[in-house]
């Protein structure tokens, strides 16, 4: 599938919340600053909502506090040196599944960390779509693209509660310490459901909230009791796991034939 084929996807004239300057101190002993998420503190008033019929976000999801968005000064701490040494994202990518000629969502891409490498895993057949709600992540990507002469991911600038992805085309949607800061999860894994091809697979890599030794602010963990929870409301099953990470679960859900509940 070539780049251009997704040139349609609106993604420039939606954008709903850039809104980014409320930085917190860091979250994590790291440089975790965050972004109110919109439900909050986002610049989305009562009024443009209703405007544009853009659900409310939560604060709270089944039982799970939401966390904030990381903000985009906070990008560095994404391509830390240690980076490889803590979560080994080596072997997490080596465990994807990923071969040649896929299309890949990586949601929530930040600077583009794991789109970069992906990229390449794919080869030039391969497409990297790399979503993110801030427009300043997706120049940082476009950035290391250009300097790594990396030309299959395509930035999307989402909105937080639509991806502003193209129907039935992912082979597999990765979101790496993402999930647990959607404002909207719902309609979130509903567009990334849409999104997927039929034997598609959502990969969740959230660090392990049954572990304490693992370094993160709780609010920024998840136990795989909740992320199940959580899929299965939302029209997906669990059909493999990793559990070789250092800090992180790593989940792979496809989709379910079962209702939707909330
Ligand atoms: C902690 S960073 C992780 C970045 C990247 N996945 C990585 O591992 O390097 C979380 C990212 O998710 C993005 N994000 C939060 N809510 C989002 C949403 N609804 N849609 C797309 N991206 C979102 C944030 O802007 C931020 O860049």
Not at 74 to 100: D, H, T
Not at 152 to 174: C, E, M
Request: negative net charge.
């Amino acid at each position: 599938m070539s780049i251009c084929s997704f040139l349609y996807i609106p993604f420039l004239c939606l954008l709903l919340n850039g809104s980014t300057s409320q930085a917190e101190e860091p979250s994590d002993g790291k440089a975790l600053s965050t972004v109110p998420a919109p439900n909050v503190n986002g610049d989305i008033s009562q009024d443009d909502q209703e405007k544009s019929k853009v659900p409310k976000g939560v604060d709270v999801y089944m039982g799970r506090r939401v966390a904030q968005t990381m903000h985009y000064l906070g990008a560095e701490w994404l391509i830390r040196n240690e980076r490889e040494r803590e979560e080994r994202c080596s072997l997490m990518l080596a465990n994807l599944g990923i071969r040649k000629g896929m299309t890949i969502c990586d949601m929530g891409c930040g600077n583009g960390f794991h789109s970069l490498a992906m990229a390449k895993m794919t080869g030039e057949k391969g497409l990297i779509l790399g979503v993110d709600v801030q427009p300043e992540m997706l120049g940082f990507l476009r950035e290391r693209m250009e300097s790594q002469g990396v030309e299959n991911v395509v930035p999307i600038l989402g909105s937080f509660h639509n991806p502003h992805l193209p129907p039935n085309t992912a082979d597999l949607v990765l979101m790496v310490d993402v999930y647990h800061e959607f404002s909207h999860p719902k309609e979130m894994l509903a567009s990334i459901r849409k999104s997927l091809k039929p034997d598609g697979l959502v990969v969740l890599v959230e660090y392990r909230e049954e572990d304490p030794k693992v370094p993160i602010k709780p609010l920024h963990k998840m136990s795989k009791k909740q992320v199940s929870k959580e899929l299965n409301a939302n029209g997906f099953t669990l059909v493999k796991e990793f559990d070789k990470l250092p800090w992180q679960h790593m989940m792979f859900f496809g989709k379910s034939d079962l209702p939707l509940n909330d």
